[in-house]
């Protein structure tokens, strides 16, 4: 079991720029999902998938956003035409049905 | 729409205090409630989980508890020490197309000094 992992790291790009985030979850968990966390805030619920799948998007999810899970493995997040506004930490999570849910490290991105 | 708030946002205690941290929630038709710990600028790392049906967890020197129909869980930490220093998140569990959809609140600010 290595964990949830995320890459890159970071992310520094510029307004209009398109970037994509990539989220690796522990092997046997279905069940993936994308949060949104800016300074002071909780996170906050993006996108879900089970296998490959995406059965709920939050309406936090504009029409610049997409997330994909090709095969049922990892996931990928796309960001089209960013704005200052998408800076934020992007965190993956994944689970065994719907049990505990366990964070990667999260991928912080600034948007100058 | 489920909202979840944190109280106190931040306490300081010394060394060796027992202290116990608050999450209320809106919508009592959870379906497990979740505490987290997170260290500044790092990932989620889970402490526990209770399911609607529980009443409490424990974890160590974690205890948790979920009153669902007062729409409250409390997070008991024993004996604490300078490296539970973290900000402490409580999530609602919402079941959503065969998923888990977590609601936080904003966390409380947890600081043990020697």
């Known amino acids: 079991d290595t964990g949830v992992s995320q890459n890159p790291r970071h992310k520094i790009t510029k307004r209009g720029q398109n970037v994509t985030f990539r989220c690796d979850p522990i092997s046997e968990h279905n069940r993936l999902y994308w949060y949104r966390q800016t300074l002071g805030q909780g996170p906050e619920f993006l996108t879900y998938?089970?296998?490959?799948?995406?059965?709920?998007k939050s309406r936090l999810l504009s029409d610049r956003f997409s997330a994909e899970r090709p095969k049922g493995s990892f996931s990928t997040l796309e960001i089209q035409r960013t704005e200052q506004g998408d800076s934020a930490m992007y965190l993956c999570a994944s689970s065994l049905r719907t049990d505990t849910q366990y964070f990667g490290p999260g991928t912080r991105l600034t948007v100058l | 729409k489920q909202e979840v708030t944190q109280i106190p946002a931040a306490l300081s205690v010394p060394e060796g205090e027992n202290l116990v941290l608050n999450c209320s929630f809106t919508?009592?038709?959870?379906?497990?409630l979740q505490w987290f710990r997170q260290d500044p600028g790092k990932g989620l790392t889970s402490l526990l989980l209770i399911q609607s049906s529980q009443r409490e967890q424990t974890s160590g020197r974690l205890n948790a508890s979920l009153d669902k129909s007062s729409g409250r869980s409390t997070l008991y930490i024993a004996a604490s020490q300078p490296g539970d220093s973290a900000t402490y998140l409580c999530a609602a569990g919402g079941l959503t197309g065969g998923g888990n959809k977590l609601t936080f609140g904003t966390g409380t600010q947890l600081k043990v000094e020697l």
């Open positions: 919508d009592s038709a959870i379906y497990n």
């Open positions: 998938f089970q296998n490959e799948a995406q059965l709920e």
